[in-house]
């Protein structure tokens, strides 16, 4: 869609040449929601493109994935043998209820700050212990970990000229054992329920919850629990105003999937646990 209130497009190439912030200012990365839809309040688009961050740097401690990166980019990347979590990358991309063509231009940072429940990069980045840096309008950086970074249906941390610049994901959190359950109303509906368990070599298990809540949520057990106890962790951890609800699903309806996909993922990853 033609966006024809737009009288300037800034093409920043350093992070001292970022334009100062003024009302009517959007980033442009992928643009895919940016133009969906019309934008009447927007005067000036800020491209990131010309940044050039590298989109998927492994370093000794992180995978650092650049806000730019692309959904084909990430789902592309060979990763080392030893990161057993490293499905999870492919299933969360095929989660978008997107097409390929979008998956060329659609960027891992634009979907975290859009900030939907059912964002999967929100899903995979909360899941492995994700942290966001970002830039603030004033000067700085701030560290943030994605699942604090959400805060509900379309809302997140980023205030007004704040810019997303990757998200580092710990090289420990890439080597759990993982288990992903995710479910719509339609074969390729947007999710409603989408669960990511982690059990890591010392017995600890972790359950991340998107989709069926506004915002992400990570229970953490030292030791795997049982039925009961995964039961009443998610009972206590999500009251009921914290399930969403849209066309894609109800809220009790999506807290019924939410406990039944914990629960098969606690019983795959003890499976896992005692082979």
């Given amino acids: 869609m033609d966006l024809n209130t737009i009288t300037t497009v800034a093409h920043p190439q350093t992070r001292a040449q970022l334009p ?6 959007a980033w442009l990365a992928g643009g895919t929601w940016l133009f969906s839809e019309p934008q009447v309040h927007l005067k000036r ?3 990131l493109t010309d940044l050039k961050w590298p989109a998927l740097t492994i370093t000794d401690t992180h995978l650092t994935i650049s806000a730019t990166c692309t959904i084909t980019q990430l789902d592309g990347f060979a990763c080392p043998p030893d990161w057993l979590a490293a499905p999870l990358i492919g299933q969360c991309c095929r989660a978008f209820l997107a097409s390929f063509k979008i998956w060329k231009t659609a960027t891992v940072g634009g979907n975290l700050c859009m900030s939907l429940p059912a964002g999967p990069m929100i899903s995979l980045t909360s899941a492995l212990d994700g942290v ?18 959400v805060t509900g ?3 997140n941390r980023l205030t007004p000229g704040d810019l997303l610049r990757q998200i580092d994901i710990p090289i420990a959190a890439l080597k759990r054992r993982t288990a992903f359950r995710q479910i719509s109303l339609a074969p390729v509906g947007r999710s409603a329920a989408l669960l990511i368990g982690g059990l890591d070599s010392d017995g600890s298990l972790t359950l991340s919850v998107t989709a069926s809540t506004v915002r992400p949520i990570q229970l953490s057990f030292r030791k795997a629990p ?5 039961r009443d962790a998610i009972a206590r951890q999500i009251p009921d105003d914290l399930y969403h609800t ?4 109800k809220p009790l309806w999506r807290k019924h999937m939410t406990l039944r996909l914990a629960e098969e993922i606690r019983g795959e990853l003890l499976g896992a646990m005692s082979s």
């Fill in 20 to 25: 100062a912030w003024a009302a009517g200012d």
């Fill in 45 to 47: 688009l800020i491209d």
């Fill in 132 to 149: 966001c840096t970002i830039w603030k309008a004033g000067g700085g950086e701030e560290k943030i970990p994605v699942v604090d970074f």
């Fill in 153 to 155: 249906n379309q809302r």
């Fill in 226 to 230: 049982d039925a009961n106890a995964l």
């Fill in 246 to 249: 849209d066309i894609h699903g």
